[in-house]
């Protein structure tokens, strides 16, 4: 990260926060759950999928308090940040009111005062470190005891709101900016199919919709249509792919060498220029029979047995007037009504083919419909390419505008405004009595759990004496000291309250960072 602004500092967020995970009863009960509303509210990552609001009151199922008491969920007060920790790691959402999660959460309760808004948009922008600190093999987890060294930039509780409140108004433009740029591309579609459908239809040219004959495929080709062929691996003549069919064209590129070795009459395998080639089956009946023209081809190829070869006699249709009508509504209907389907894959056959029929205009009108069609393809092929590039420029805006945020550049900073170093003492020191604290009765579980009574006040006594450095970090007071995270940062608060403490916090403005320093008596 960039220097901090002034008046700010930074300190690992579970120094002033308490880090709260969940639980899930189990599921095969289902005197564990409830309809939403009608229980303990409760959420897991699945309920955040798509989710867009800020805060969130409940998921798409509530406890019950029988559910409630055999899990590990805690009761989050209103105004908690929600972060999920693991598939996926970094939805964030606030709490509206009491709430419990999964243990896919780790949450956040802050300290009084502290604007919920600011933590929800600083973890959005801290979700790439929390990625990066998970661990896991099957899936990344972040673990509480991980979540709690998250590096937090904390600005004067005035400047909190003043960011809040511009990446409020920020990010709700820069989403609805987003919003749009997603609706393109069915636009688009919707276009590209109204071009085909009114070619089909004669519209497009102005020819009186309807005029045109309709006429049998198979009527107007120069020689019948036939079904390629398909052979082993070899260091013959090439042989295109399926994949070679790609936007109503024919990849040439996408072919192998094949060993013709036994095959007689290899001619009536190969492709030339004009030729539409179809595919003979696919698994969603949409794409069945979808084709694509033969372009630029200067060297013998032959197409496989999973197309069929469609050759016009150009004296009567053109080989790109059938590319464009041929994605119409109107014959995509004909080949889907004709499709069959065996062992799930949808196939056509030749006769299916033959049978489509087809609007025949003049030569000429063929000739303007598809100038026209081209052009208007064209067009939206240009507009594709600039959504395409705008897309990426907006999509780095949100986190562009959070990085500005949290290096101080959003709003304008009030000399006025306590700094965040004062805030951050009086918040450590205080936080176990003016955070909400998380309230609930824990059930019985299997083997040992450990609470703050495991934690012996005398033996972390003793391991802060043995410290070799009067000052120290929480993290290397953990290594003096096993047990559960949680547990051992409750007993350290206990002990910071006591009479005659033998820990005192500080903030150490170099490391712009919490420290704790021994009290030598």
Known sequence: MSELPIGWGEAPIGSFCRVVGGGTPPSKDPAN??????????VTPADLSGYRRQAIERGARDLTTVGFAACGATMLPAGAVLFSSRAPIGY?????????????????????????????????????????????????????????????RVAPL???????????????????????????????????????????????????????PLVKLGSVLAEPMRNGKSVRDGGGLPVLRLTALKNSRIDLREAKTGDWTDVRDVQRFLIRNGDYLVSRGNGSKELVGRGGIVDGCDSDIAFPDTMIRIRPNVSRLLPDYLRFVWGARAIRRQIEAAAKTTAGIWKVSQPDLEGVMIPLPSLELQAASTKRIQALMDLAGHIERRHAASTRYARRLTPLTLAKAF????????????????????LIATS???????????????????????????????????????????????????????????ALFELLEEPSPVVRQVFDEKAKAMQLVRVRS
């Open 432 to 490: 176990s009595n003016t955070a909400a604290e998380p309230s609930r009765t824990r059930p019985k579980t299997r083997g040992k759990r450990p609470t703050m009574s495991n934690f012996d006040k005398d033996a972390i006594k003793a391991a802060i004496l043995r410290l070799k450095a009067d000052r120290f970090s929480f993290d290397e007071l953990r290594e003096q000291v096993s047990g559960d995270y949680e547990q051992l940062k409750a």
């Open 33 to 42: 759950f409830c309809p939403p509303g009608k229980g303990i509210p409760w």
């Open 407 to 426: 290096r101080g550049e959003l709003v304008p900073q009030d000399p006025t405004d306590e700094p965040a170093s004062a805030l951050l003492t009086k």
């Open 158 to 212: 005035n400047e909190q709101t003043r960011i809040a409140d511009q990446l409020d108004i920020l990010l709700a433009r820069i989403q609805a900016c987003n919003d749009r740029l997603d609706a393109i591309p069915a636009l688009l579609k919707r276009f590209q199919r109204a071009v085909l459908d009114a070619a089909a239809s004669g519209e497009l040219i102005e020819e009186e919709p309807g005029s045109a």
């Open 92 to 152: 964030v959402a606030v709490a509206a009111n009491e709430i419990s999660t999964n243990q896919g959460f780790k949450s956040f309760v802050l300290p009084q005062g502290f604007d919920s808004r600011y933590c929800y948009y600083q973890l959005k922008y801290l979700k790439p470190q929390a990625e990066m600190i998970a661990t896991g093999t099957t899936f990344k987890e972040l673990s509480g005891a991980a979540a709690a060294t998250l590096p937090f």
